[in-house]
């Protein structure tokens, strides 16, 4: 059973908002929808505001066994995302709140202000195993919220304390605000930044990303990490086929002279309610290439939106595929971005004493 469109009441204003619909969520069984009230009077029409609600987690790191991901542990400290980026791959969580993919995933925002306290629980348990935890990789822990929430700078401040490995991605500029504790973990070989960088296009990036930091604050923002000591690279991701592709070797060039000391990409992925929400976002922006960047993302994927075959939906395949791999490989050797980031250090973990601990009066 499909579920049925959400209908927008034309009074809200989109303004800012990267999502042109709000279809229900897939697993939401009743239809939603604004009704007129019977009187025959023109609404006055009115933004779409952002809403944050709060949620108490039970628990805070997630694993997964992806061989497509260099981590097996990640950290969200938000659900959904302001930044409205339209290709968000992670969109489709929202569907487990009861939410949709659309308009509910960048204004209906859920923060988790006891991340920090249940983290450091899970990470004292006697069972805990130390390995890198990933944070950033499914929403934005620098997104606007962070800067009233200030949840993933406390969550930075219980990882310094343990001295427990990071790997941050984001594309938000609060990441500066948290210099001073990312430089002092860098200089324990415990903190590693991907910046997100799509298109040099400020006003393709304003289309796309609509809540996110310009194309050159984020260029910034490499410099000022690199300039305080933390290891970054920057990330051209996702590529979109026929829209921002022709951007490669201006972004990897731009990363290089901004600081960063290696690079990444990922290709364009449009994994359930992503595919129609980007192609109606296609329609809007960018009719007259829509078709051709579709044939491009289904020439990748057998004729499909998206395939989801390990080792494959990261980059797609054929000879299209393949030609960006190419491209990249050569920009990256030619500008000295195709090394690694230094590996994290596992082995000065150790829990802090806990207030009134006997023991540590022995240490």
């Known amino acids: 059973m499909q579920n049925k469109p959400l209908s927008i009441n034309p009074a809200l204003r989109r303004a800012g908002r990267g ?61 959904g995302c302001e930044h409205g980026c339209i290709y968000c791959f992670a969109r489709p969580t929202h569907a487990w709140l009861g939410l949709s993919a659309g308009l509910d995933f960048e204004t209906r925002l859920v923060a988790r202000p006891e991340a920090p306290l249940v983290l450091a629980k899970e990470l004292r348990k006697k069972s805990y195993q130390v390995a890198p935890i990933a944070i950033g990789t499914n929403t934005d822990p620098y997104q606007p919220i962070e800067k009233t929430h200030e949840i993933m700078r406390s969550c930075l401040q219980v990882l310094s304390e343990f001295n427990h490995p ?51 604050r984020r260029l910034r923002m490499i410099s000022r990490l690199a300039e305080a000591g933390v290891p970054v690279r920057i990330m051209t991701s996702p590529i979109i086929p026929g829209l921002t592709c022709h951007e490669i070797e201006p972004l990897l060039t731009a990363g290089a002279k901004a600081g960063a000391q290696t690079a990444t990409w990922v290709m364009l992925r449009l994994p359930l309610e992503v595919s129609p929400l980007f192609q109606e976002w296609l329609a809007e922006h960018v009719p007259d290439r829509a078709q051709r960047i579709m044939g491009l993302v289904r020439e990748m994927h057998g004729g499909r939106d998206y395939a989801s075959d390990w080792g494959r939906r990261m980059r797609g395949q054929g000879a299209y595929a393949k030609l960006i791999a190419q491209r990249f490989r050569v920009a990256t050797a030619r500008l000295g971005l195709n090394g690694e980031l230094p590996v994290l250090r596992c082995d000065l973990f150790k829990p802090p004493p806990v207030p009134g601990d006997q023991l540590s009066l022995f240490e």
């Not at 009743?30 to 108490?56: C, K, M």
């Not at 324990?188 to 996110?212: F, H, N, Q």
């Open 19 to 79: 999502a042109v619909s709000n279809d229900a969520g897939r697993f939401e069984a009743q239809e939603r929808a604004f009704e007129a009230d019977g009187w025959d009077i023109e609404e006055e029409s009115r933004p779409l505001r952002t809403e944050v609600s709060l949620e108490r987690p039970r628990k805070v790191i997630t694993y997964n066994r992806s061989p497509d991901l260099p981590f097996d542990r990640s950290i969200n400290p938000y659900r």
């Open 166 to 216: 990071v790997a941050i991605v984001t594309k938000g500029c609060l990441i500066e605000h948290d210099i001073d504790i990312l430089s002092d973990m860098a200089t324990r070989g415990l903190v590693k930044v991907g910046i997100t960088v799509t298109t040099l296009d400020a006003d393709m990036s304003r289309k796309l990303e609509p809540r996110a930091p310009a194309p050159k």
